[in-house]
């Protein structure tokens, strides 16, 4: 079965940052990928997320509105919508 495209929407892309603002329905990912840049996401409303890894594994984060975490650069998933609701976060891209 497959799955909604997340709309991601590139807000700055300069040389310092790239900030993408990312909009999932239910069930909607983003696809695979590699993050090239370290990286800070901030939930616009509570994100239930499911990850899936590169050796298969799957795992679940809920970030609630308003609240942040950061990675480092090389981090590779697929990342779902996990919830009931639509959800939204900025992904802050440190060049």
């Known amino acids: 079965m ?3 495209e997340a709309i991601a929407t590139q807000v700055i892309d300069d040389a ?3 900030v ?3 909009d999932f329905v239910p069930n909607a990912e983003t696809g695979w990928h590699t993050h090239g840049f370290d990286y800070v996401i ?3 409303t ?3 997320m499911l990850l899936e890894h590169p050796d298969g594994t799957q795992s679940e984060m809920h970030v609630p509105a308003g ?3 950061r990675r480092m650069e090389g981090v590779e998933h697929n990342v779902i919508n ?3 609701a639509d959800m939204q ?3 802050v891209e440190l060049k």
């Open 2 to 4: 497959s799955r909604p």
């Open 46 to 48: 509570d994100c239930d």
């Open 82 to 84: 996990n919830g009931r």
């Open 16 to 18: 310092r940052v790239r």
């Open 42 to 44: 901030t939930a616009v």
């Open 20 to 22: 993408t603002r990312f």
């Open 67 to 69: 609240t942040a975490y």
């Open 89 to 91: 976060f900025v992904e």
